[in-house]
């Protein structure tokens, strides 16, 4: 825990070389390391990792540790770590009416976590919320937003929880918190963080699912998280399970979100229950209950099994709100898989992990981590424009049908903020 006014550590981060940032990123996510693991690793010499550790701690962002005997005669390793509270970030996640954050140090260890109601939607007031949470915690080196919309270059170009269009929320937080801010797909930010500070930490291949509000699929492939030419991310949601199957919104039928989304899946069921409500029916053996959980458990085996299909992921990190579903109906999801898996479905590593919105939070402050170190983060802003930008009718999404989401002419050419 640290205190909302303790500002200890520093906000300025140093301009590094490219050579520089992939030792500390090495560091970073492998965990302590001696001079001559990173210069093997990295393929470089001795006089130039020397020079550029020397820099970095120097720079406050590496600190000598402890020693390690080495595996030949000599004088032991001496062990490099990151100096995890030289920095601060502050990572939010927005759902539909709540606000979540998380302040990490620079090794995306959580310090504390922040929950909030949003009492509204509209883009303004929700930037207001988060700049009132910055400033509890001075000394910010970056913040990360993450939601559940499609993010292009920290335009929000649609969010159909939050009923957004074409809002420039990260020029909007940078300069209403004067942090630099980077945004992106809350799905995308959790599957890098998962990769970089995770159980996915070292893995050349990894798939992140989750399930609950939407459906959503996270794929690192080669070392890198996958986005498309167009910057969307991963879409599975639409696979086919039954051409007989419930209504999707996108027109067909039988589609993996058709089964899978939690307020589909409660519309299916008479009473409109509450999802706590609906699981106590199906450990209480009610039959409808049991079959609509079965029939989700099913389709989440075949989105798994049709992912292991495309990269064969070293790993499928399974998590979300929706998560319960797999308790409940852990059998038929296997069932899905060895339907669906064209090889030996124990081939496929499916690490079910515990659900905390604290983590989503996290792993906006991850996101941070990520632009700051790589430079993709904004500069230091300038003084933000008087007017409101955000909430004319145009950064306001209009109704729109069940499962679509809304699209303006600026958003549909994939216009960059």
């Keep these: 825990m640290i205190s909302e006014a303790d500002a200890t550590a520093t906000s300025s981060w140093p301009e590094l070389p490219e050579v520089a940032r992939g030792v ?16 093997t690793r990295l393929r470089l010499s001795r006089p130039t990792l020397t020079r550029v550790t020397k820099a970095l701690v120097a720079q406050g962002l590496l600190v000598e540790g402890d020693t390690r005997p080495r595996a030949s005669a000599g004088r032991p390793s001496e062990m490099l770590h990151v100096r995890g509270p ?16 998380a302040v990490t140090d620079l090794t995306a260890t959580s310090l504390t976590t922040v929950e909030e109601p949003l009492r509204s939607a509209a883009p303004d007031d929700v930037v207001a919320r988060i700049a009132d949470v910055a400033r509890r915690f001075p000394g910010l080196t970056g913040i990360g937003v993450t939601l559940g919309g499609v993010v292009l270059d920290g335009l929000v170009a649609r969010d ?3 009923r957004w269009t074409d809002v420039p929320l990260k020029a909007a937080v940078t300069g ?13 930010a959790l599957t890098a963080a998962e990769h970089w500070f995770g159980p996915g930490a070292g ?13 959503g699929t996270g794929l690192i492939v080669s070392g890198g998280l996958v986005a498309g030419s167009h910057g969307l991310p991963p879409h599975f949601s639409h696979t086919l399970v039954d051409a007989a199957g419930p209504q999707c919104g996108c027109g067909r039928r039988g589609c993996v979100s058709s089964y899978l989304m939690t ?6 069921l008479p009473g409109r229950p509450t999802y706590a409500e609906a699981l106590d029916r199906v450990r209480a053996g009610e039959p409808h209950a049991r079959q609509v959980f079965d029939e ?24 979300g709100d929706g998560l319960p579903l797999y308790e409940v109906s852990a059998p038929l999801v296997h069932d899905g898989i060895e ?14 992990r515990p659900f905390d919105f604290s983590e989503w939070a996290r792993s906006g402050a991850a996101l941070a981590i990520k632009a700051t170190i790589t430079g993709s983060i904004t500069d230091r802003p300038r003084a933000a424009p008087r007017q409101a930008l955000l909430s004319s009718p145009s950064n306001t999404a209009r109704a729109s049908p069940p499962g679509r989401m809304p699209r303006s002419a600026s958003s549909t050419r994939h216009s960059r903020w």
Excluded at 29 to 36: C, D, E, K, N, Q
Excluded at 86 to 101: I, N, Q, W
Excluded at 206 to 214: D, Y
């Design 24 to 39: 500390l990123l090495e560091v970073l996510i492998h965990g302590p390391l001696s001079r001559a693991e990173i210069a």
């Design 86 to 101: 030289a920095h601060r970030f502050l990572g939010v996640k927005l759902t539909a009416d709540r606000l979540f954050a």
């Design 160 to 162: 159909e929880l939050l």
């Design 176 to 188: 209403a918190t004067r942090v630099p801010t980077a945004v992106d797909n809350d799905v995308q």
């Design 203 to 215: 893995l050349t291949s990894l798939a992140v699912i989750t399930v609950g509000a939407g459906v």
């Design 263 to 268: 307020h589909v899946m409660l519309r299916r």
């Design 296 to 319: 989700a458990g099913y389709a989440l085996g075949v989105l798994i099994g049709t992912v292991a299909n495309v990269i064969d992921p070293q790993k499928v990190l399974l998590t």
């Design 339 to 352: 339907d669906t898996y064209e090889d030996d479905p124990d081939l496929i590593d499916l690490d079910v």
